[in-house]
DNA sequence: AAAGTCGGCAAACGGTTGTTTACTGAATGA
DNA sequence: TCATTCAGTAAACAACCGTTTGCCGACTTT
């Protein structure tokens, strides 16, 4: 091969996958604080000044990690926001997706719960900020919703945010329970949703 | 000093909690897989050898901090689950008393955040095996309070993980908001725990 | 007062780390 | 074709790391 533009630019970013992917999978076990640069170069088949040509820092690879993840969650509400149908199927729906989600990108959720509160402020404000985004887009189809005509903009958004916290919450319980404790953690995540759901329902009653 | 039976023992439980301080300190910015026992031994005034006199691990410190840590967690809930008034009353002081928790022991808080997902195995265990006794306790809390008439056993203990889960995110909230955002962190919260004790009221109306 | 216990220390062990340096060779553009 | 660019490398740097060893000296028991 030469003289053909672009392949030096493909090998480069397969480099960079190959990196990126090194990390993720090392994250999976270990806190981002606890894994090195000669330990994700290793991983990946490069040298460790290799990694220098990609990233200024660990941490610098760690937030494109997080727009990642956070890429493939955006997918994951759209579509949840999109479907329709009475509250039940709503919430059965919601949480089957949800555990789809983690049985198919472990390692993104498990990076994405590790580092939330881990030690490096970067990436937890890179993850704060994407979760921000992430309530917005919930509040704003939850808005549109019949079932919250009368509600003010504030109520909207706490609840929101109730949904968006809770959907985390239950998406780490997944991971930390396994297969086997899956359809326990569903049964007791789609319990909890029907409870505020009912909640919502009856909210202008007794404001 | 001698002759005096206890001194030694006096001295070593010193040099034990001068570790356990010197690690909760540094745990405050960093991650348990960032800190490294000399880093501990150095901040405490010993000598690395010191550190194993105590503990054979790093992680072996970090489970007895888990338990220092949720024994004032307990000591908090009791308090709430002891007072009576109206839900909006008790959901007030509720708020008010992890807001004062976290104000006493920023520490502890941040220490459980940012480890109930972190790297090291022992610890998650530890960390998660308390806050099951913890929602044991809100549950038997909740199944004697009157508005518990006639809910299922299992119910009661979802809604008590529930309010766990709350409780938990709260206080990492108040954490990452700083004393500036504390009002407003309050306030979603407060909101939150109102709409879901007006699904709690309403739960047998439409089950 | 003598013997034993044991918390703490200095030193050394082999190993790891992040980062920089000067370099090589293939992809590129003229 | 020839000069240039630049992703990747090997090697060296100093600074750490966790852990073990043998020892000392203050406490404790007899």
Known sequence: MSHTPGVRQAQKQQSRRALLDAALGLLEHQNLSGVGV?????????????????????????VVLVEESLASLHGMIRRVLAESGDSDQLIDRSVELIAD?????????????????????????????EFERFADE???????????????????????ELYVEHMVATAAAFLEAGPAGETRIARTA????????????HWLDEG
Do not use: C, N
């Open 138 to 160: 919930v509040a704003a189809g939850l808005g549109a919703q019949p079932a919250s005509e009368g509600w003010s903009r504030a109520d909207v958004r706490m609840l929101a």
């Open 38 to 62: 000669r330990e994700v170069t290793r991983e990946a088949g490069l040298s460790p000044a290799g990694f220098y040509r990609h990233f200024r820092d660990l941490s610098e690879l760690a």
């Open 190 to 201: 789609r319990t909890q949703l029907r409870l505020i759901t009912t909640g919502r329902r």
């Open 101 to 129: 989600h983690v049985r198919e990108h472990p390692a993104y959720v498990r990076f994405l719960a590790r580092e939330r509160h881990g030690g490096v402020r970067a990436v937890r404000e890179a993850i704060a900020a």
